[in-house]
């Protein structure tokens, strides 16, 4: 009340640019579905005892005609507010599915899942389906959640986690520490992997308090029977101290950038041992 007329007007301003910038991007966003403007990249995950890339995370780009490659984290949050992740998100997990029935059968496609996506019923027979038509094997398949998801009805939620478990599908605990998530809900939810956020590993090395952090994450993780992953792992220093806390996979830029289909293929060529196909292997 103390700003007056003018305070308000301002804020009111501030509030339409912000409701139209929104709309525009929601209705780019609508055209680049229509234009098959989105592309996949995919980043190596590796098994940290035998230095091997064990998974590969499908992330999401727009490849975008005035600004080039767009990153999800500008987009994805209006995508959810759209209800635009729901077509994108199954359009993802499509692709994805269908470029790793190429890859070796050891290699998991990890496919992030939006919490909108997950509150819709029909996910689990999307997932089906989209299995199915890429004649993926459901054991190939991890799903990536974050915290948020589990907050609300959490009945449910456990037993759609429960249905894809029984599949053999793995579910994965994304950014595990940003959220507000109680370490109660290890337990209580059938995750197969927790993914340590990077904001921790990244001062791993300076910071003592982010060495604790990582170092109980992953003992936990461990003592639940659970795979732990250390996201953004840059440097080798990195690497050399979190192993030390008995993370089993990491994955950052150390190991490699998210890249197109045609180059995590190649990768994934590469790293076969020489022996793994006989005569057919390297060439
Ligand atoms: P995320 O699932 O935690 O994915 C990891 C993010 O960290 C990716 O960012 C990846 O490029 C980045 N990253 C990997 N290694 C390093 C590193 O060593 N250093 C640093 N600084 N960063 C690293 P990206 O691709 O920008 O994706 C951001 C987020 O957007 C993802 O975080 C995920 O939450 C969301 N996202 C991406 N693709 C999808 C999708 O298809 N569906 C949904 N719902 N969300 C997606
Ligand atoms: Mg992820
Ligand atoms: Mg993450
Ligand atoms: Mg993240």
Redesign the pocket.
């Known amino acids: 009340k103390a700003k007056g007329r003018d305070g308000f007007v301002f804020y009111d301003r501030a509030m339409t640019e912000e409701v139209e910038a929104r709309h525009r991007v929601e209705i780019d966003l609508r055209q680049a579905l229509l234009d098959d403007a989105f592309r996949v990249h995919y980043?190596p995950i590796v098994d940290v005892a035998s230095g091997r890339i064990c998974a590969v995370?499908?992330?999401?780009r727009w490849q975008h005609a005035a600004r080039g490659l767009v990153?999800?984290?500008e987009f994805?949050s209006v995508a959810e507010q759209t209800g635009l992740?729901a077509p994108l998100?199954e359009w993802?997990l499509r692709t994805a599915c269908v470029e790793a029935a190429r890859w070796p059968a050891h290699v998991k496609i990890a496919?992030?899942?939006?919490p909108v996506?997950f509150r819709r019923p029909g996910l689990f027979d999307s997932v089906v389906r989209a299995l199915h038509d890429a004649a993926l094997a459901p054991d190939r398949l991890e799903l990536?959640i974050t915290e948020s998801v589990l907050l609300d009805h959490e009945e449910r939620n456990v037993s759609v986690l429960h249905q894809f478990r029984s599949l053999g599908i793995a579910i994965a605990l994304?950014?595990f520490g940003t959220g507000y998530a109680s370490l109660g809900y290890l337990t209580m939810f059938p995750f197969s992997k927790i993914k340590i956020d990077?904001r921790f590993t990244r001062d791993v090395m300076t910071r003592a308090d982010c060495g604790a952090i990582v170092c109980s994450a992953a003992a936990l993780g461990l003592s639940l029977g659970m795979a732990v992953v250390a996201?953004?792992?840059?440097a080798r220093e990195q690497l050399d101290i979190v192993r030390i806390t008995g993370v089993t996979q990491a994955?950052?830029?150390l190991f490699g950038y998210?890249v197109p289909a045609a180059e995590i293929e190649a990768r994934l060529a590469a790293d076969e041992p020489a022996d793994a196909n006989g005569a057919a292997g390297r060439s």
Not at 57 to 60: C, D, F, I, T, Y
Not at 111 to 114: A, K, P
Not at 231 to 234: A, F, L, T, V
Request: aromatic residues 4%; hydrophobic residues 35%; negative net charge.
């Open positions: 980043q995370e499908a992330l999401v990153g999800p984290r994805i992740i998100g993802v496919v992030n899942v939006s996506q990536e994304d950014d990077q996201e953004g792992i840059e994955q950052g830029f998210p």
